[in-house]
């Protein structure tokens, strides 16, 4: 018997070095954010080609923030202030504010366009939520100051909860940083600011408001949050510039779609062309 092959020798040793691994070359390029377009293309496709329609994408994306207010409450006596505005994300809000009131906790709703035309899925959600018992106020009326913290805590829970949490569903993609932000809407991110600094936690949904989505510009009155829960995948926005810093931890929760849902539509990422020989 060769000592090389005898179970005594070692198999991995200065004289006897494993063969060099061959170089990791990945199948394909897949990609890791989207960008506005490719999102409208994404939820496009889900309907039309899978049968999942907004409705059921906007259950499913409201049900993760209402698991993600629970675990930033940590309580159940938490006051919950969830924004919403009138596009998709404003449905989100609205589907997550009857889930949580549903579960026993304190939510209200902050309208921050109120008196104006909500899309039809966004409207049944509305009215879902006002037939569950959710209050929903003007967001102008918002104190920070006087909201009733929640840090009393129940006897079976091991931790207090926080002051309160804000959810923000205000703006979502469609922000473009070449608009600025109305002076109705600073008003209200700065209260939420506000209640930011005086310790409530804030949850944002897709990206924070006045975050632009392609390029992570943010606008001043742009909302700073603790969580940005992205579906799908991270929008662009949120992973580089001003919008990184403003967005937080970044989670990806699943909404009924498969993991490369946006590569089965989309196709995978090109690769990046050969750069040039400066020799050449």
């Known amino acids: 018997m060769r000592k090389n092959e005898s179970p005594f020798w070692p198999q991995k040793s200065i ?20 960008l506005r377009a490719e999102q409208r ?6 309907a039309r080609d899978y ?15 209402a698991n993600a ?6 309580a159940l ?14 449905g989100d809000s609205y589907v997550a504010a009857r889930i949580l009131k549903s579960w026993g906790y304190k939510v209200t709703l902050w309208d921050c366009f109120p008196g104006e035309e909500h899309a039809a899925v966004v409207k049944a959600n509305r009215i879902a939520a006002e037939r569950f018992q959710v209050p929903i106020r003007p967001a102008s009326e918002f104190d920070p100051q006087v909201w009733q913290a929640g840090i009393s805590r129940m006897i079976h829970e091991e931790e207090p909860g926080m002051p309160c949490v804000i959810v923000d569903g205000i703006l979502g993609t469609g922000y473009e940083f070449t608009r600025p932000l109305p002076s109705s ?4 991110t700065a209260k939420i600011e506000e209640g930011h600094v005086r310790g409530a936690r804030v949850i944002a949904i897709d990206l924070p ?15 700073s949050a603790d969580l940005t829960l992205s579906f799908i995948l991270p929008k662009h926005g949120i992973t580089i510039g001003a919008g990184k810093q403003k967005a ?12 490369n849902f946006a590569d089965m539509v989309l196709g995978p990422v090109p690769e990046p062309a050969p750069e040039a020989d400066p020799k050449a």
Do not use: Q, W
């Not at 004289?15 to 989207?34: D, M, S």
């Not at 207010?69 to 940590?74: P, R, S």
């Not at 809407?185 to 209200?188: D, M």
């Open 15 to 34: 004289l006897n070095p494993p063969p060099p691994k061959a170089p990791y070359v990945p199948v394909r390029r897949v990609r890791k954010t989207l």
């Open 41 to 46: 293309e994404v939820d496009r496709v889900a």
């Open 51 to 65: 049968s999942v329609g907004i409705p059921i994408l906007m259950e499913h994306a409201g049900l993760a923030v």
């Open 69 to 74: 207010c629970v675990v930033l409450a940590k």
């Open 77 to 90: 006596t938490t006051p919950i202030h969830i924004f919403a505005g009138k596009g998709m994300n404003g």
């Open 185 to 188: 809407l600073c008003a209200i």
């Open 209 to 223: 408001t006045g975050v632009d989505c392609d390029t992570g510009e943010a606008d001043p009155g742009a909302i």
């Open 248 to 259: 937080g931890t970044i989670r990806v929760p699943t909404i009924g779609l498969p993991i």
